[in-house]
C-alpha cells in the first residue's frame, strides 16, 4: 500500500513568489491534515480536511496560505505571497477514521520550502 | 497555548542499554498520546499510542503514561544503532482529537 506523498520535496523560491504543495493520502482516507515545521521548532497543525470539507483551520497562519482539497482526494497548500518566515518543511497526514480517538495519522515525508 | 515539552537531548546510550524519553503536556483534557520517530529527512513514524493510565507494550517499546502528572513516556529496550532517531510526542487536543500537538523532539543516539 503506498504512503502518503508530497511533491515537491524541495522547493526554492524568491520572497513574493507563489508555491504550491501537493499531497496524495493513502487511498480511502478521509481525513488529511497539514503540518509544519519551522527551524529549530516543534511540528505545528495547519489545518485538518474530512473529505474536501475544512474540518479545522485553526493552524493556518494568515491569509496568505490557502489550502484546498477537490473531490476528497489529494490537496494542495498554496502560499501567495511567500515571505522570510515560511520557510520550513511542510508535512501532510492522513488517517481513516475521525470519529476515533487513537485515529493514527500517517505522515509524508514532507516539503522543505526555502523563501529567499 | 497548548506546550508539549520534551527535553532535546541527545539522548546517548549504549547498544542492549534501555532509553527511557520523557514528554510532559500542559492541556489536561488530552485524551491520547502517541510516540513517533522521526530519521533524518525522512517521515515521521508512528511506534505506538497510549490513552489508558499504565504502561502499554509493544515489542522493545513500553508507553507509559501518568495523566494525574501530565507525563508520558517510552522506554526502549535492548536499544539498537537503529534506534538512533529523533522520537516525537504528540498530544490530542481536548476538543478535536484530529488535531495533534507535537513536542519539538528527543534525539536518541545508540551507541555500539
Known amino acids: 500500500e503506498a504512503g502518503v506523498t508530497q511533491f515537491p520535496s524541495h522547493s526554492v523560491i524568491e520572497k513574493g513568489q507563489t508555491v504550491t504543495l501537493r499531497c496524495d493520502p493513502i487511498?480511502?482516507?478521509?481525513?488529511l491534515y497539514w503540518y509544519r515545521r519551522v527551524m529549530g521548532k516543534e511540528i505545528k497543525f495547519l489545518l485538518h480536511?474530512?473529505?474536501?470539507?475544512?474540518?479545522?483551520e485553526s493552524g493556518m497562519p494568515n491569509n496568505r496560505f490557502l489550502a484546498e482539497r477537490t473531490g476528497g482526494t489529494y490537496s494542495t497548500l498554496k502560499v501567495q505571497p511567500a515571505e522570510l518566515e515560511d520557510s520550513g518543511v511542510y508535512f501532510c497526514?492522513?488517517?481513516?477514521?475521525?470519529?476515533?480517538?487513537?485515529?493514527?495519522?500517517?505522515f509524508g515525508p514532507g516539503t522543505r520550502l526555502t523563501v529567499l | 497555548q497548548k506546550e508539549v515539552e520534551q527535553n532535546s537531548g541527545p539522548l546517548s546510550v549504549p547498544e542492549g542499554a534501555i532509553a527511557s524519553l520523557n514528554c510532559t503536556y500542559s492541556?489536561?483534557?488530552?485524551?491520547?498520546f502517541f510516540w513517533y520517530r522521526q530519521y533524518s529527512g525522512k517521515s515521521p513514524e508512528l511506534i505506538m499510542f497510549?490513552?489508558?493510565?499504565g504502561d502499554k507494550e509493544d515489542g522493545r517499546f513500553t508507553a507509559q503514561l501518568n495523566k494525574a502528572s501530565q507525563y508520558v513516556s517510552l522506554l526502549i529496550r535492548d536499544s539498537q544503532p537503529s534506534d538512533s532517531a529523533t522520537y516525537l510526542c504528540?498530544?490530542?487536543?481536548?476538543?478535536?482529537?484530529?488535531?495533534?500537538?507535537f513536542g519539538s523532539g528527543t534525539k536518541l543516539n545508540v551507541k555500539p
Open positions: 480536511f474530512v473529505k474536501e470539507s475544512k474540518q479545522d
Open positions: 497510549i490513552y489508558s493510565n
Open positions: 504528540a498530544v490530542t487536543d481536548t476538543s478535536n482529537f484530529n488535531k495533534f500537538y
Open positions: 487511498s480511502g482516507h478521509d481525513n
Open positions: 492541556d489536561r483534557g488530552s485524551q491520547s
Open positions: 497526514a492522513s488517517s481513516q477514521d475521525v470519529r476515533s480517538s487513537t485515529d493514527t495519522q500517517y
